[in-house]
């Protein structure tokens, strides 16, 4: 506190007003901006590693739940099904005696073929049975090793 020019009582100092800077309200910006982006890219993340599964079975039956939405659906592929075309493949696989026919875009696994079990990536087409497929994952067991025990190590030799 100051004291008065003539000796009178005390005056009390004004308060310092800090100017508002503009950086302080840009560093907030950008921080709200990378939160999103880092909420999105979760978001993102997550989804994908959510995708609903269903057998051909289950698939068929929710049909009209599941809709356009994107999901996971197993079976078995059908002996003597698999057509192969410029993009791709069609094919039908079948779960407890449901057969699903199946439009696939894009690679193919090497070890893909008749009679072995598939999990694939996409959605029934619009108004259609069919299930319009961009990724084949394929299910495989430890037959490998029952048949080939000479082939399969568990060591690593060194360099």
Do not use: C
């Amino acid at each position: 506190m100051a004291v008065g020019v003539d000796g009178s009582a005390p005056v009390p100092a004004a308060p310092r007003v800090r100017p508002r800077s503009g950086n302080a309200r840009r560093l907030w910006v950008v921080g709200a901006i990378i939160v999103a982006a880092l909420g999105f890219l979760v978001f993102r993340g997550l989804d994908n590693a959510t995708l609903y599964f269903r057998t051909a079975d289950e698939a068929v039956a929710k049909r009209n739940e599941l809709g356009t939405h994107r999901f996971r659906i197993e079976g078995t592929v059908v002996q003597g099904s698999v057509r192969e075309r410029d993009d791709g493949l069609d094919f039908r696989i079948e779960s407890k005696g449901t057969i699903v026919d199946v439009v696939h875009r894009g690679n193919q696994p090497g070890l893909f073929k008749p009679g072995i079990p598939v999990v694939l990536e996409g959605r029934f087409a619009a108004g259609s049975q069919t299930f319009d497929s961009d990724r084949i994952l394929v299910k495989h067991s430890e037959s490998y090793v029952a048949k080939n025990p000479e082939r399969v190590t568990t060591t690593v030799p060194a360099p």
